[in-house]
């Protein structure tokens, strides 16, 4: 072989042996058993699917209604309650481990770095509300805490001004978060050392921290409302897109990204000129932003409803190129366009949907405020199995882990249950 061919050759093995360790995981492709859990619901599609074998089930009564999530790390589901008490339980059977107690709920998604579980503390209640100044969120004990995810002993404590509930993120070595006092903050996540504190203004509520490309950290909050983004080593702001000060919920939802654009959603009024909120009609509207610079791509209005007193946003879910997204005020799920906002498909559920969705091999399974557990074609939004249970499930945002699906409910239970009995044809009983 010449010399010459021999040398392009080589340059092109040498390529694609560079190439392929960068290949990034599809977002329809379980991911191993994670080591860490870094930020809200795993990855920025908020499709936390994991490659487990075999299909656990189980049911952990923990007599606390959960607005938490789980964490799945090394076999061992993390989640609390809003009782305050936070679990790690056994994947394979569903045994606790342990149990680690504080005063006020336990909302945040639990993150595990470093062999440190961190959990935020702090409730929903606020200082003020009408007419329109809340000043706070979060009454009572507010902290970030860290517990060792072996023993479930606090290694760390940092005490909040505001809210705990919103879930921060790690980030090249930085826990961020965004508090409900309008204040964001980087921490050491192994000892609890504070690196900066900045006040921003708005309030976060449910929040979930967004890490981006491009040294960005996306978040939302409340008076003002807006969306922004800020840069996870000094808390400074990189771009916010504003929002009308009548709209409401916009505190409430964890953003989700495809990684170039970031979607979330709101309610608005349905006239402009009033505002809107508890007790009071709605209309959701989804958006779309580029994430380097926040310009608004699209921004589209569904159905109207009534506004309900907490938790006034969806949680939205990125797979197969389509938003899917709940109503928070009436009965549906939604696919939508990523690239054009355009509907899809909406399917008429048993209530309305708060907590996250998860998609598998073509199927998008969740729980409505009904009691209900869906499974609906993720192309069609045709119903391919229903499972009907004794309790609502609120934001507390599922998990499939293997074959099951891993959910906590309104009503204190947290449940491991076979996707097969969700795609079972008749309205199963659990």
Known sequence: MPAASFGILLAALIAAFTVFPRVVRSEDTPAPMPREWTQFRLNGHNNPVIAYNGAPQWTVQTHGPFSSSPAVVDDTVYIGNNRGVLY???????????????????MSNPLVYDGIVIIGEGNANSTTYV???KVQVGDGPNALIGVDAKTGKMVWQVALSGTGMPTPAIVDGILVHHNGSGGIMGVDPRNGHV????????????VGLLPMPGDLVVTTGLFPNRVFAFHPQNGQIAWQYQLSDNDSGIGDCPPVSDGSRVFGD?????????????????????YALDGRTGQVLWNIGLEQGMVGPRNESAIPLVAAHTLFLGSAIAPYMHAIDT?????????????????????????????????????????????????ATPTPFNVGSPVIAG???????????????PLDRILDSGVAQR
């Open 339 to 387: 690239d054009t906002g355009k509907v899809l498909w909406s399917t008429k559920v048993g209530g309305p949907v708060l907590g996250g969705i998860v998609e598998q091999d073509g199927r998008i399974y969740f729980g409505d405020r009904a009691g209900n557990l869906w499974a609906l074609d993720a192309k069609t939004g045709a119903v391919d199995g229903k499972l």
């Open 131 to 133: 007419p329109r100044h």
């Open 403 to 417: 074959q099951s699906l891993i959910i906590g409910s309104k009503a204190g239970t947290l449940d491991a249950i």
């Open 266 to 286: 709101y309610l608005a009024p349905p006239n402009p000129k009033n505002e809107t909120g508890d007790g009071v009609p709605g209309v959701e509207h989804v």
């Open 88 to 106: 790690a339980i056994d994947l394979a059977t569903g045994d606790v481990k342990w149990t680690y107690h504080v005063e006020n709920p336990i």
């Open 195 to 206: 690196l900066y504190r900045k006040y921003v203004k708005s309030v976060a509520s449910m």
